[in-house]
């Protein structure tokens, strides 16, 4: 089992910054990569970030140039740095890592941490 816990969100307003971590304990050796997830309101989540444990990372076109993703291996933290946010930013932000349960592919998530851009 892997326990993730979030920390870091809230309210803002546009054009502020805000920075998530997220700090894995457990089972830590069936996860690699780790990241970030949001759900607004109504809608779908969806993939922010993600980042290797080499260092090799992805982002949502959406999100490009103002998120940055990082990671302690040390320590098995991951950070979500948010700069120049907007509204439309506004979501619970979940970490989640891939990893192995049972022999097989599993996706453990945290309990999400709500961030929101007021305009």
């Known amino acids: 089992q892997v326990q993730l816990v979030e920390s870091g969100g809230g309210l803002v307003q546009a054009g502020g910054s805000l920075r998530l971590s997220c700090e894995a304990s457990?089972?830590?050796?069936?996860?690699?990569?780790m990241g970030w997830y949001r759900q607004a309101p109504g809608r779908q989540r969806e993939l922010v970030a993600m980042?290797?444990?080499?260092?090799?990372?992805s982002y949502a076109d959406s999100v490009k140039g103002r998120f940055t993703i990082s990671r302690d291996n040390a320590k098995i933290l991951v950070f979500l740095q948010m700069n120049s946010l907007k509204p439309e930013d506004t979501a619970v932000y979940y970490c989640?890592?891939?990893?192995?349960?049972?022999?097989?592919?599993?996706?453990?998530w945290g309990q999400g941490t709500q961030v929101a851009v007021s305009s």
């Open positions: 989640v890592a891939p990893g192995i349960k049972g022999g097989a592919p599993y996706d453990y």
């Open positions: 457990g089972s830590i050796f069936s996860i690699n990569a």
């Open positions: 980042i290797t444990s080499d260092g090799v990372t």
